[in-house]
């Protein structure tokens, strides 16, 4: 694989996955506001209790024996159908527990609905055992344009499906109706584009090798998971399923954006590294490139997002969501630390560390959870805001073994990150003051959004970030190739 990686194959990948999750997520936000619109937030916060479940047990479907497929050197049909044939055996086994679980999950949340829509949406536990196969062919080949389109085609036709629920007045089915025939659709259209079919073989021998490097990918994800959530289990629990959805709602906005920037940026890192594993050197170059030119997108996206935030939340999703801006607001804070902590992880990852993964992934919880165990007692905002502490003491800790491993230092990235950090900060503090006038939201927005992007380019020019004129670079090698 590594030898049919170059510079272009690689920017290629990513502006197909950028393609893919801007495009995906840029349409899911339009229709998750006309839906905040038509729903509850009641309903949302419904959704997001049944979601911790699903997500709790699809780790167990779709993580681990993924990451293993992407990251092995060489994979034949035998391991694609092996791994296949397990995850669906363990969905079915995890189906039938949240099947059973689901009335108690219920009475001790006291939502009697839930049983019903836990029930149902457990079904795409299912698709996960396709999904994850098909996802692994794709990134081991670099081939995001194929997800791109299937995606996108899912996220249109469930979305329009949703609304027209919501619009008769089902309230939480609506957003049920939506994920089911979302992950559904593109298990279906990436059928007939990745072409791959299970065989009728399998090997247990094979299945051990994967298990060997996946089994600390999988705790280490089932931990993450557990722990992300259980912000969301406990707000549910001891206040309402009103606040738990201004909570999620916050979340969401400066969610949407990293998991798109980051996020894609990883994907395509993750087989990139995995294919010069043996480089050291190589290897830092493309982890110091992740992390600067993702932290240049980003940290001016999250400022930005958070100075903005109240007159974005009235004029998208109207007043009875405003309880939801101080929970945006930190949230960007939490958020724009992600470009340090992915790239790290992947880079131990490609290496083939997954004991060094999952002991860092054990260290960053006892940490975090002590901070939530002292937060709980302050309040739900309190709670939020440890996520902030947190954040920045496993930024630390992913870092830490890279030094030995890539020689490359935390204080390196500090040194790295900081300039974009600096114009991130001046430009949020100059697009501040048009709150000081003010206007009525919408004009707010239209002076500020524009306002801002021109002070930070501006600013990166004037400054002359290394980072800006790579990406300026990078593109017009990409526009020249394409109309070569």
Same mark, same amino acid.
């Given at each position: 694989?590594?030898?049919?990686?170059?510079?272009?194959?690689?920017?290629?990948?990513?502006?197909?996955?950028?393609?893919?999750?801007g495009?995906?997520?840029?349409?899911?936000?339009?229709?998750?506001?006309?839906l905040?619109?038509l729903?509850?937030?009641?309903?949302?916060?419904?959704v997001?209790?049944?979601?911790?479940?699903?997500?709790?047990?699809?780790?167990?479907?779709?993580?681990?024996?993924?990451?293993a497929?992407?990251?092995?050197?060489?994979?034949?049909?035998v391991?694609?159908?092996?791994?296949?044939?397990?995850?669906?055996?363990?969905?079915?086994?995890?189906?039938?527990?949240?099947?059973?679980?689901?009335?108690?999950?219920?009475?001790?949340?006291?939502?009697?609905?839930?049983t019903?829509?836990?029930?149902v949406?457990?079904?795409?536990l299912?698709?996960?055992?396709?999904?994850?196969?098909?996802?692994?062919?794709?990134?081991?080949?670099?081939?995001?344009?194929? /997800?791109?389109?299937?995606?996108?085609?899912?996220i249109?036709?469930?979305g329009?499906?949703?609304?027209l629920?919501?619009?008769?007045?089902?309230?939480v089915w609506?957003?049920?109706?939506?994920?089911?025939?979302?992950?559904?659709?593109?298990?279906?259209?990436?059928?007939?584009?990745?072409?791959?079919?299970?065989k009728?073989?399998?090997?247990?021998?094979?299945?051990k090798?994967?298990f060997?490097?996946?089994?600390?990918?999988?705790?280490?994800?089932?931990?993450?998971?557990?722990?992300?959530n259980?912000?969301?289990?406990?707000?549910?629990?001891?206040?309402?399923s009103?606040m738990l959805?201004?909570?999620n709602?916050?979340?969401?906005?400066?969610?949407?954006?990293?998991?798109?920037?980051n996020?894609?940026?990883?994907?395509?890192?993750?087989?990139?590294?995995?294919?010069?594993?043996?480089?050291?050197?190589?290897?830092?170059?493309?982890?110091?490139r992740?992390?600067?030119?993702?932290?240049?997108?980003?940290f001016?996206?999250?400022?930005?997002?958070?100075?903005?935030a109240?007159?974005?939340v009235?004029?998208?999703?109207?007043?009875?969501?405003?309880?939801?801006v101080?929970?945006l607001?930190?949230?960007?804070?939490t958020?724009?630390?992600?470009?340090?902590?992915?790239?790290?992880?992947?880079?131990?990852n490609?290496?083939?560390?997954?004991d060094?993964?999952?002991?860092?992934?054990?260290?960053?919880?006892?940490?975090?959870l002590?901070?939530?165990?002292?937060?709980?007692r302050w309040?739900?905002?309190?709670i939020?805001?440890?996520?902030?502490l947190?954040?920045?003491?496993?930024?630390v800790?992913?870092?830490?073994?890279?030094?030995? /491993?890539?020689?490359?230092?935390?204080?390196?990235?500090l040194?790295d990150i900081?300039?974009?950090l600096?114009?991130?900060?001046?430009m949020g503090?100059?697009?501040?003051?048009?709150?000081?006038?003010?206007?009525?939201?919408?004009i707010?927005?239209?002076?500020?959004?524009?306002?801002?992007?021109i002070?930070?380019?501006?600013?990166?020019k004037?400054?002359?970030?290394?980072?800006?004129?790579?990406?300026?670079?990078?593109?017009?090698?990409?526009?020249?190739n394409?109309?070569?």
């Open positions: 694989m590594a030898s049919k990686i170059n510079k272009i194959t690689i920017f290629s990948s990513l502006f197909w996955k950028l393609l893919e999750r495009g995906v997520q840029g349409i899911q936000f339009i229709l998750q506001i006309i905040a619109r729903l509850l937030p009641s309903d949302y916060g419904l997001a209790l049944v979601t911790i479940f699903i997500n709790l047990a699809r780790v167990f479907v779709q993580r681990g024996f993924n990451t497929l992407i990251q092995k050197k060489e994979v034949e049909e391991d694609y159908s092996s791994v296949f044939y397990i995850s669906l055996f363990v969905s079915l086994i995890l189906y039938l527990i949240l099947f059973f679980t689901s009335p108690l999950i219920a009475s001790f949340y006291k939502e009697p609905q839930l019903k829509v836990l029930r949406l457990s079904i795409t299912f698709f996960g055992a396709f999904n994850s196969i098909q996802n692994a062919i794709i990134a081991r080949n670099l081939k995001f344009k194929k /997800l791109f389109f299937s995606s996108l085609g899912a249109v036709i469930s329009l499906l949703g609304i629920v919501a619009y008769k007045g089902f309230g609506a957003l049920v109706v939506q994920q089911l025939t979302n992950q559904f659709l593109v298990i279906i259209i990436l059928w007939f584009t990745v072409k791959w079919r299970p009728l073989i399998f090997s247990i021998t094979r299945v090798v994967l060997s490097f996946g089994w600390k990918l999988l705790v280490s994800s089932l931990i993450d998971t557990l722990y992300n259980l912000k969301s289990l406990i707000i549910g629990k001891i206040y309402t009103d959805g201004y909570f709602r916050g979340k969401q906005f400066p969610q949407l954006i990293v998991t798109n920037i996020g894609s940026i990883q994907s395509v890192i993750l087989p990139v590294l995995s294919a010069e594993q043996e480089n050291v050197v190589r290897v830092k170059d493309m982890v110091r992740a992390i600067v030119t993702s932290s240049f997108i980003i001016p996206s999250m400022i930005g997002l958070a100075v903005i109240k007159p974005l009235l004029v998208l999703l109207t007043e009875k969501w405003l309880p939801s101080p929970f607001q930190i949230f960007c804070i958020y724009s630390l992600w470009p340090i902590h992915t790239a790290n992880l992947q880079a131990i490609a290496l083939g560390r997954s060094i993964f999952l002991k860092l992934e054990i260290i960053k919880k006892i940490v975090g002590i901070i939530l165990g002292i937060s709980i309040g739900v905002y309190a939020a805001l440890g996520g902030i947190s954040g920045i003491l496993s930024m800790i992913n870092a830490y073994p890279n030094k030995r /491993l890539l020689n490359y230092s935390f204080r390196e990235q040194i900081i300039p974009s600096i114009i991130s900060i001046l503090g100059v697009i501040y003051c048009v709150n000081l006038f003010n206007l009525i939201p919408i707010m927005l239209i002076i500020q959004i524009p306002l801002g992007a002070i930070y380019i501006a600013l990166a004037l400054f002359k970030l290394e980072c800006y004129q790579y990406l300026i670079n990078t593109i017009k090698v990409l526009v020249k394409k109309t070569n």
